[in-house]
């Protein structure tokens, strides 16, 4: 499993450019739509068995990853799961990026761009389409429509329709042929998904959803002051993480300041006492080292949530 070599990293950065490479995806690749257009997991774990050194030993001296980072500053989650892709793929033996976010245009406008560009191991030409996303079950339904994303502007059936109906099309479109640097011909066109869908705390359990990965990674969702938070033990502690540190499970050291349940609540009720954002919460136990790791994960969502933007999902 992934999650016993990020147990030995510590630093934030390397402990989430191994997510990006070993954590399941969201996706099930056997899905018969989308066969042969998804990464799969084996291959991640291949791949993830084969940067066990290297990933170590940045561990213990990340500055080219910390310098490749600050060298791309954002504020937006993809992006940075985007250049972790990119300073993995740079390492790889025997790959060679031909190019990343390659816009392509027709005559008045764009028609959207090729997020990774690379020729792999076996000489053959690929493109990627990446994404990181996450998405809250507002009904205990199966269907991928089901689910949005925490501020109602996303959904995950529009977002796989326009990955696997457009943007992994691109190479055969007039446009997007022209955009390619001249002679290259696509081999393999695939997604590499990944993040994680959260349930209702009171759901017991979680259907097979359409097209999903069984394996991929969830948590739980609750309505502020409506609904009492899933703390798995009395002794759990509480921390809120800026958007950047969602991806790798937390770690946080022994004296680090973590919250208890009540102080989470105060933290909570001032939160939405000033709007109505949906905050994602990380519930901490002590490990046998004395280090505070994650035990599990979840959005609060104000009472009203969810307040859908029509004109954005439907």
């Not at 046998?288 to 009203?304: K, L, N, P």
Request: hydrophobic fraction near 45%; glycine fraction near 6%.
């Amino acid at each position: 499993m992934h999650t016993s070599l990020i147990d030995t990293l510590h630093d934030p950065a390397v402990r989430d450019l191994a997510w990006v490479i070993g954590s399941p995806g969201l996706l099930e690749a056997a899905y018969p739509a989308y066969k042969g257009q998804v990464v799969d997991d084996a291959w991640c774990r291949e791949q993830m068995q084969a940067a066990t050194a290297w990933l170590s030993a940045l561990d213990l001296a990340p500055l080219p990853l910390h310098d490749f980072i600050a060298a791309r500053p954002t504020r937006r989650l993809g992006h940075y799961f985007e250049s972790l892709i990119k300073f993995w793929l740079m390492q790889l033996q025997d790959t060679q990026i031909i190019a990343t976010n390659l816009q392509v245009h027709d005559e008045q406008r764009t028609l959207g761009e090729y997020d990774f560009l690379f020729r792999d191991a076996n000489a053959a030409v690929c493109h990627w389409e990446a994404a990181v996303k996450f998405y809250l079950q507002r009904e205990p339904l199966t269907e991928q429509h089901a689910f949005i994303g925490p501020g109602t502007r996303d959904r995950l059936d529009l977002k796989l329709d326009r990955v696997f109906q457009h943007q992994l099309l691109l190479g055969q479109t007039p446009a997007g042929q022209q955009a390619l640097p001249r002679g290259l011909q696509l081999n393999k066109t695939q997604a590499f998904i990944k993040g994680y869908l959260f349930y209702h705390a009171s759901s017991l359990d979680q259907l097979p959803v359409r097209g999903v990965s069984a394996s991929h990674l969830s948590g739980w969702w609750v309505h502020h002051s409506v609904e009492p938070l899933p703390q798995a033990s009395a002794d759990s502690r509480w921390i809120i993480l800026p958007r950047l540190r969602w991806l790798a499970p937390a770690r946080m050291e022994a004296d680090a300041i973590v919250m208890t349940h009540a102080e989470l609540q105060s933290r909570l009720a001032q939160h939405f006492g000033l709007g109505t954002e949906a905050i994602l919460v990380f519930e901490l136990s002590r490990a046998a080292t004395g280090e505070w790791r994650e035990r599990s994960r979840g959005f609060v969502v104000c009472e009203t949530w969810p307040k859908l933007d029509i004109s954005a999902i439907n």
